[in-house]
């Protein structure tokens, strides 16, 4: 349902602030961004960019190596969810309600994918989310991405 | 039918049939968990994609037909996926000769209990 734990024992207790690195580093070897390779790139206070290196097991077919739509779906939603958090804080358990990708062309072959989504606006009960993923040049990206995230502590 | 290709063997995807219409089933892996207790969004949707390519592919007749990428995706998430097997189908609404719409749907247990659906655009290359 959602790319990111609640406040989970590997997010950040301590803080208010919810650091997007370190849940990356500290998701547990189980998180299904781990077997994607997912890592973290950058973040600011309303954004979070993250990074899915290529792997040909990740393919849509064996012949071309051309990547799946699926992991760049994982990709987003998890840089999205990430954005979610960091504007809202940790604290704030959300799932995903919608997530729509257009996918604007095939990335590369042999290369990483970045992502990078931000939480443009956020309501009582509903966090908006948009995003970009592309292949090395950001102004010619593979998809773009519109969401909606569902805070779950809220009546 | 075509095999299933390298990322539906990595999410541990069988592909089978009921009533002569592709299901695939996705049993329950660690390597699928998202947020602790409930399986990751991202994987549903690879999941949802799937299902919609296999039931595209089965109604164009096999691995022979026409290249099929995908234009968009959306899912619609509904309840949170448990750590059990997941099963998808999908129905083509309409095809085309450019292009294909298809819905998807993933349940678990209950097939009237839907976790999350998709619909996708596809663009059929027919070279």
Known sequence: ?155 | MAELPPYAKLLGVRLDHEHGQPLLVLPHASHLIGRPGFMHGGAIAGLLELAGFAAIRHALGGSDGPRIKPINVTVDYMRGGRLIETRAAARVTRLGRRVANVEAEAWQEDRGKLIATAKLNLMLDRG
């Open chain 1, 1 to 155: 349902m959602v790319a990111v734990p609640r406040v989970a024992a590997y997010a950040q207790p301590m803080s208010d602030d919810f650091d997007p690195k370190t849940f990356l580093t500290r998701a547990p070897e189980s998180h299904h961004s781990t077997r994607l390779g997912i890592g973290y790139r950058a973040h600011g206070r309303d954004w979070c960019e993250l990074s899915l290196p290529y792997d040909p097991d990740l393919a849509a077919d064996a012949e071309s190596g051309v990547l799946s739509s699926g992991p760049i779906i994982s990709l987003m939603d998890m840089a999205a969810g990430c954005a979610v958090f960091i504007r809202s804080g940790p604290k704030k358990p959300h799932a995903t309600l919608d997530l729509r990708v257009d996918y604007l062309r095939p990335s590369k072959i042999g290369q990483e994918v970045i992502g990078r989504a931000e939480c443009y606006r956020v309501t009582r009960r509903i966090a908006f989310v948009r995003g970009t993923a592309h292949d090395g040049d950001p102004d010619d990206p593979v998809a773009h991405i519109a969401g909606t995230f569902m805070y779950t502590d809220v009546d």
